[in-house]
C-alpha cells in the first residue's frame, strides 16, 4: 500500500475510524458506532470508488440509525417490564461516572451496578429485590452494547465489502 497515494491514505485512516469505533462500542470512551458511521461518511465523500460507495453508506446509515433506535428501545422496554425507574439507572450513571476516575479501567461498570443497587436498596429497603433490579439493569445495557456491536460489525463489513468492491 502506498501511502503517498490519497486514496490508500484515505482507505487506511477509514478502516482505522471503523475499527476504533467498533472497539469503542465496548469501551464506552469512544462513540462507537457514530465514529464508524462518519468512517463511512468521509470514505463515501472523498473516495474514487464509484456509485457503490453511496450504496455502502446507505446501507451505513440505515444500519447506524437501526441499531441505535434499538439499542434504546428493546432493552428501555425490558427496564420497564421489570419495575427498574430511570432514576436508578441515573445514580448508576452518576457513579459510573464518578468510578471512571476513581478506579481505572473496572471504575465504570462498577460504579455502575453499584449505583444502581444503592439506588434501589434505597427505594425497596431490601437487598435481595434491589439485586434482582441491578441485575435486570446489568442485563439491559448488556443486550444494549450487543444491539451496538452488531450494528458497528455490519457496517464494518458493508464497508469493507464496499472497498474490495470498488
Known amino acids: 500500500m502506498d ?3 490519497t486514496q490508500s491514505t484515505l482507505t487506511l485512516v477509514c478502516a482505522l475510524a471503523i475499527l476504533i ?3 469503542g462500542v465496548v ?3 469512544v462513540p462507537g458506532l457514530v465514529l464508524s458511521w ?12 464509484g456509485w457503490g460507495r453511496w ?19 428493546w432493552p428501555g422496554r425490558r427496564l420497564k417490564q421489570s419495575g427498574v ?5 441515573v445514580a448508576g450513571g452518576l457513579l459510573g461516572i464518578v468510578g471512571f476516575f476513581v478506579v481505572p479501567v473496572v471504575g465504570l461498570p ?7 443497587l444503592l439506588a434501589e436498596w434505597v427505594r425497596q429497603r431490601d437487598l435481595k429485590p434491589a439485586w434482582a ?3 435486570h439493569a446489568v442485563k439491559a445495557v448488556g443486550l444494549s452494547m450487543l444491539i451496538e456491536l452488531a450494528a458497528a460489525l455490519i457496517i464494518a463489513v458493508t464497508w469493507v465489502v464496499g472497498a474490495m468492491a470498488a
Open 3 to 5: 501511502l503517498t497515494d
Open 21 to 23: 469505533g467498533t472497539v
Open 27 to 29: 469501551v464506552p470512551v
Open 38 to 49: 462518519a468512517a463511512v461518511l468521509v470514505w463515501a465523500l472523498f473516495s474514487d470508488a
Open 55 to 73: 450504496l455502502v453508506l446507505f446501507i451505513a446509515t440505515f444500519v447506524a440509525l437501526a441499531g441505535t433506535a434499538a439499542k434504546y428501545a
Open 85 to 89: 425507574p430511570n432514576w436508578s439507572l
Open 110 to 116: 462498577l460504579g455502575f451496578v453499584l449505583g444502581i
Open 133 to 135: 433490579a441491578t441485575w
